[in-house]
């Protein structure tokens, strides 16, 4: 399972670091994404990395989100920069495609003034 943390209530145009890392060490994986589920709406993917290499992310937040990966501490960012009322929603990371058994609690991150 992934744990999340960092989110938290911001104003818009405000920044936030997301940070997630597994409960225990997980083998095997090649890919990585962050989602958001926004209130009355689907979980969908925001960003997702290659481990081999190279990132993507939706066109709403991209330019503003850098999805990153420190390796000596398994630790996955999701850094969001500008935020915008849009953005409110919980962030989950996982596997891309996702694993059912590895959804954690996620992090509500809310754009307000």
């Known amino acids: 399972q992934f744990v999340e943390s960092g989110g938290g209530l911001v104003l818009p145009g405000g920044s936030l670091t997301l940070s997630c890392a597994p409960s225990?060490?997980?083998?095997?994986?090649?890919?990585m994404g962050w989602y958001r589920q926004a209130p009355d709406k689907r979980r969908e993917l925001v960003a997702s990395?290659?481990?081999?290499?190279?990132?993507t992310y939706v066109d709403p937040v991209k330019g503003r989100f850098t999805f990153s990966r420190d390796t000596n501490t398994d630790t996955w960012y999701l850094q969001m920069n500008n935020l915008i009322p849009e953005d409110t929603a919980v962030y989950y990371c996982?596997?891309?495609?996702?694993?059912?058994?590895?959804w954690g609690q996620g992090t509500q991150v809310t754009v307000s003034s």
């Open positions: 990395m290659i481990l081999s290499g190279g990132t």
């Open positions: 225990t060490t997980i083998y095997g994986i090649r890919n």
């Open positions: 996982n596997t891309n495609p996702e694993t059912p058994d590895y």
